[in-house]
């Protein structure tokens, strides 16, 4: 199982951007995908899922309206995506994989390497 | 949601036993057996400790445990190494169908 995300970003306030993660190494369709954002030296912070088959998706409360969730399942790759970036958006994000199919209770099992996200005037 | 309460740091010396306790609520910690921990180590991806209370992933090392009760999970890492040093985070699945992290705790190895 390998998740790969694409490269870092920099980016100004107000700009929009799509962040990917590829998956490879099992199916695809069936398996919860996760983002997390980690700002430099602090926390990880849930953001929400996507079920690539049919893109159900679920929000944390504090990322509801704030970012975009979608999947490709043709080409195995998940997105995060904003429409107007923010200086506050500046962080890590992670993609990750939860361990068992069609299920979100069981735990992020594999981790994408991370993607930096650097939102600056 | 709110974050899970951890301490922000813990230390030990090696061999020693530390524990690291995860604080929530009855809506997340305390309704589910759906408690995870996570060892990051500094520049690199979060790595599955333990997940649902109390079991280990295949590979990670038997000096690691977790247990659980109410509303507080705990973290038990014995006979503390160097290579243990690390931020470790609680997680757990909510009653929302979401998943709550913690806020993490560095683990320093004196």
């Known amino acids: 199982v390998q998740l790969v995300q694409s490269g870092a970003e920099v980016k100004k306030p107000g700009e929009s951007l799509r962040i990917s993660c590829q998956g490879s190494?099992?199916?695809?369709?069936?398996?919860?995908i996760a983002w997390v954002r980690q700002v430099p030296g602090k926390g990880l912070e849930w953001m929400g899922v996507i079920y690539p088959d049919d893109s159900d998706t679920r929000f944390s409360p504090s990322f509801q309206g704030q970012v975009t969730i979608s999947a490709d399942k043709s080409i195995s790759t998940a997105y995060l995506q904003w429409s107007s970036l923010k200086a506050s958006d500046t962080a890590i994000y992670y993609c990750?994989?939860?361990?068992?199919?069609?299920?979100?209770?069981?735990?992020?099992?594999?981790w994408g390497q991370g993607t930096l996200v650097t939102v600056s005037s | 949601q709110s974050a899970l309460t951890q301490p922000a740091s813990v230390s030990g010396s090696p061999g020693q036993s530390i524990t690291i306790s995860c604080t929530g609520t009855s809506s997340d910690v305390g309704g589910y057996s759906y408690v995870s921990w996570y060892q990051q180590h500094p520049g690199k991806a979060p790595k599955l400790m333990i997940y649902d209370v109390s079991n280990r992933p295949s590979g990670v090392s038997n000096r690691f445990s977790g247990s659980k009760s109410g509303n507080t999970a705990s973290l038990t890492i014995s006979g503390l190494q160097a290579e243990d040093e690390a931020d470790y985070y609680c997680s757990s699945y909510t009653t929302s169908s979401t998943r709550v992290f913690g806020g993490g705790t560095k683990l320093t190895v004196l």
């Open positions: 190494g099992y199916s695809f369709t069936t398996y919860w």
């Open positions: 990750a994989r939860y361990r068992d199919p069609f299920d979100t209770r069981v735990p992020l099992e594999y």
